[in-house]
C-alpha cells in the first residue's frame, strides 16, 4: 500500500511587503519573474522520485500565490499529476489574497482542480488593514469571496489576526461577526507576533500593541464566538465548520510525510527533515538550495510528537504513543493527570488534550513537560 504524501509549494511574490510579514516573499516586479520561478518549480519537481507514495494534499502556500499566472497553476499541476501518482480526491489548495483574483481566475483554477481556497482577510476593518500595511480593504475581501464562490468554491478558509495595533475586543467582535455573516467553512485565527527584521519590530515602541493578557481575552472571544456559530475548533487556532478541516496543515501536526518545493519550503520525508534557503536567485539558476538536513533522534521525536499532537483539540493519545515509541506516556509525562486536576487538561479516553485555559499557557506546561531526558 502506497504511503501518504503532501505536497507544499512556496510562491514567494506578494504586491507589497506587509508591515509585520517575516515570511519569505518578494515584491512582485512582473510576470515573467514569477512565470521563470514556476518553470524552475517544474523542473525540480519532475526531478523528483517517490514511487511508494500517493499524493493526497497540495499546497500552493506564499507570498501570494494567486499572483500565480493560470497557465502556471496549470503547469505545476500537470508535472504533479506526471511525476507522482495523485489521489483523485486529494485536496489541492491554493493561498489567496484580496485583489489579486477574479472571478475569471478562480473558475479557471477550480476547473484546473484546485479545490480550496485560503484567503488572507486578517480583519474587517479598513484601519486595521492599513496599519498592518496589507494591499487590500475589507470589500475587496468580500469582492474576492462572492467572486471565488460564483466560481464554484465550496471549501474557503480565511485567516483573521488578534493583537493588531489599535485593535480592541469591539472591533475583534466587529470583524468575527463580519467573518460568520459569510461562513467560510474554515477560519484560522492568528495572534500577531513581532518578528526582527520586520519594520514593526523596528517600530515597535510607538505601536499600541495588546499584552499578553489582552491578547488572550482577544483568543477566548475567538474561541467563543467561533463555537457559538457551529465552528469546531480542531487545533489550537483553527476552526471549521462540518468536518471540513485542513487536511494538508493536518499532517504537520499529525507528522506525515511532505515534499516542499521552493526557497524557504521545509519537507519531512523518509524520515529526514529538510529546509531550503531564501536564495531566490540560486533557486532560479537552479543551485542545490538545501540549508540544513538532519534526522530525528528517538527523543527529538517523541518531543516533536508531544508538541504536535498537544496542539490539536484531539490532544495526545497514550496508546498510540506507547505503540510508537515503545514507552509509557504516564511515566514520561506525568503532568498530565496534574493537568486534569487544574483544569489545564481534559481526558477523553486514551487521549489527554488542552483545554482552553491549558492552551492560553502551552507554552509554559509544553516546556515543563518536556524537561525529560
Ligand atoms: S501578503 Fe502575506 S506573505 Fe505577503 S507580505 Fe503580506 S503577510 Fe507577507
Known amino acids: 500500500m502506497k504511503k501518504s504524501l503532501g505536497i507544499y509549494l512556496h510562491i514567494p511574490f506578494c504586491i507589497k511587503k506587509c508591515g509585520y510579514c517575516d515570511f519569505c516573499s518578494f515584491p512582485q516586479k512582473g510576470t515573467e519573474d514569477i ?27 506564499g507570498g501570494t500565490p494567486s499572483l500565480l499566472p493560470t497557465g502556471s497553476v496549470s503547469k505545476i499541476l500537470d508535472t504533479i499529476t506526471n511525476t507522482f501518482c495523485v489521489d483523485k480526491n486529494a485536496e489541492i489548495t491554493l493561498e489567496c489574497n484580496p485583489a489579486t483574483a477574479d472571478h475569471s481566475y478562480f473558475k479557471n483554477i477550480r476547473e484546473m482542480g484546485v479545490n480550496r481556497l485560503s484567503m488572507g482577510l486578517q480583519s474587517a476593518i479598513d484601519h486595521e488593514l492599513a496599519l498592518l500595511g496589507r494591499a487590500h480593504s ?14 464554484g468554491f465550496d471549501n474557503v478558509s480565511v485567516d483573521l489576526m488578534y493583537g493588531i495595533p489599535d485593535q480592541t475586543l469591539k472591533t475583534l467582535e466587529t470583524s468575527l461577526n463580519a467573518l460568520c455573516r459569510i461562513s467560510p467553512e474554515h477560519i484560522s485565527t492568528y495572534g500577531l507576533s513581532i518578528e526582527e527584521n520586520t519594520p514593526f519590530y523596528r517600530q515597535r515602541a510607538s505601536l499600541d500593541l495588546a499584552d499578553d493578557d489582552m491578547q488572550a481575552q482577544m483568543y477566548l472571544l475567538c474561541s467563543q464566538r467561533l463555537s457559538e456559530q457551529d465552528y469546531q475548533k480542531y487545533e489550537i487556532s483553527n476552526f471549521a465548520k462540518n468536518g471540513l478541516v485542513s487536511r494538508h496543515n493536518t499532517r504537520y501536526w499529525k507528522r506525515l510525510e511532505y515534499l516542499g518545493f521552493g526557497v524557504s519550503a521545509h519537507s519531512f520525508f523518509n524520515t529526514e527533515r529538510f529546509s531550503s534557503s531564501r536564495d531566490i536567485e540560486a533557486f532560479l539558476e537552479g543551485k542545490d538550495i538545501t ?50 486536576n487544574q483544569g489545564f487538561m481534559q481526558k477523553n479516553g486514551s487521549c489527554f488534550s488542552f483545554t482552553d485555559k491549558g492552551f492560553l499557557v502551552s507554552n509554559a506546561l509544553l516546556s515543563d513537560m518536556l524537561d525529560f531526558s
Open 35 to 61: 512565470k521563470a520561478y514556476a518553470n524552475e518549480l517544474c523542473r525540480r519537481i519532475s526531478a523528483t522520485h517517490a514511487s511508494e507514495h500517493i499524493v493526497d494534499t497540495i499546497y500552493f502556500g
Open 138 to 151: 475589507f470589500a475587496d475581501f468580500l469582492t474576492c469571496f462572492d467572486s471565488a464562490r460564483a466560481a
Open 291 to 340: 540549508d540544513e538536513r538532519y534526522t530525528l533522534t528517538d527523543d527529538e521525536s517523541r518531543q516533536e510528537y508531544i508538541m504536535l499532537s498537544l496542539r490539536l483539540c484531539q490532544g495526545l493519545d497514550i496508546n498510540e504513543y506507547e505503540k510508537l515509541f515503545c514507552r509509557n506516556a504516564l511515566d514520561d509525562l506525568p503532568q498530565m493527570n496534574e493537568y486534569v
